[in-house]
């Protein structure tokens, strides 16, 4: 039996036409029948990096026996000129999540894959600790296992105050060895005790990996990269895949 941990992971690939972009990585979440791909938002516009994909290719499983068995899957980004994704801000400025409602009528018939629910999102602020292990599963580099197409898992620990807003912005801290491409992977925690007892996915989801944090300061011939990443709170998807969440606008 595959870890269902594995097949919450999505290896995303964005595209501009037919022109392939960049790599990236995802994962899949329920919440009242609704299934949505979430990622950074950063991975879907970017005009700094001057990133504009029209759509994006996803990795299913086809055969949960035969996991060397998948297919590619599109996802437009635009309908009628207006974006499909839907992505939040709060006082700090705009959250690096975003996410795509899937149509289930068009995903392949049979389909394999897990999805995190509300239940999987941390409840209790005191059952987090800094130090605490975690995992972050993903696509670094593109990485992955090409036989069976499944992600990798990169170990991590919280390095920062969790439920305090790292310097007023909606993310904390993890210590981990991160690549480009694990933009948009789900950060876990073991879930612990009775939590999730029933349910076959025994994950706490924490938070969203965004990028690499470090110092402008830091100078780069004699110091090294901090280590250090931004993973946004999880609980901003209960706010974008909210019923009343609205259209996306253009």
């Not at 989801?205 to 901090?226: F, W």
Request: aromatic share 8%; net charge negative.
């Amino acid at each position: 039996m595959i870890e269902p941990l594995l097949l919450t992971a999505a290896r995303i690939s964005t595209f501009r036409g037919a022109r392939m972009l960049t790599n990236a990585s995802g994962f899949f979440f329920l919440r009242e029948k609704r299934l949505y791909l979430v990622t950074s938002r950063h991975v879907l516009i970017d005009a700094p990096s001057r990133h504009f994909p029209d759509r994006l290719e996803i990795e299913l499983h086809i055969d949960e026996g035969n996991l060397t068995r998948s297919i590619g899957f599109s996802v437009p980004l635009y309908r009628d000129s207006r974006r499909v994704w839907q992505q939040g801000e709060d006082s700090a400025g705009e959250i690096d999540v975003a996410v795509i409602e899937l149509d289930p009528s068009a995903l392949p018939d049979p389909v394999a894959l897990r999805a995190f629910t509300p239940e999987h999102l941390q409840d209790s602020l005191d059952d987090v600790e800094v130090g605490d292990l975690l995992l972050i599963v993903g696509f670094p580099l593109g990485f992955h296992d090409t036989l069976h197409h499944l992600p990798v898992v990169r170990q991590a620990i919280i390095a920062s105050s969790f439920g305090l807003r790292f310097q007023g912005q909606g993310f904390f801290l993890t210590d981990a060895r991160t690549h480009r491409g694990t933009s948009g992977a789900p950060v876990v925690a073991r879930a612990s005790g009775s939590d999730l007892h029933d349910n076959p996915l025994r994950w706490k989801l924490l938070g969203v990996h965004s990028a690499r944090m470090d110092m402008r300061s830091r100078d780069q011939q004699l110091d090294e990269s901090l280590g250090l990443n931004c993973a946004w709170y999880a609980d901003i998807l209960l706010t974008l895949t909210r019923m009343d969440a609205g259209a996306p606008t253009a």
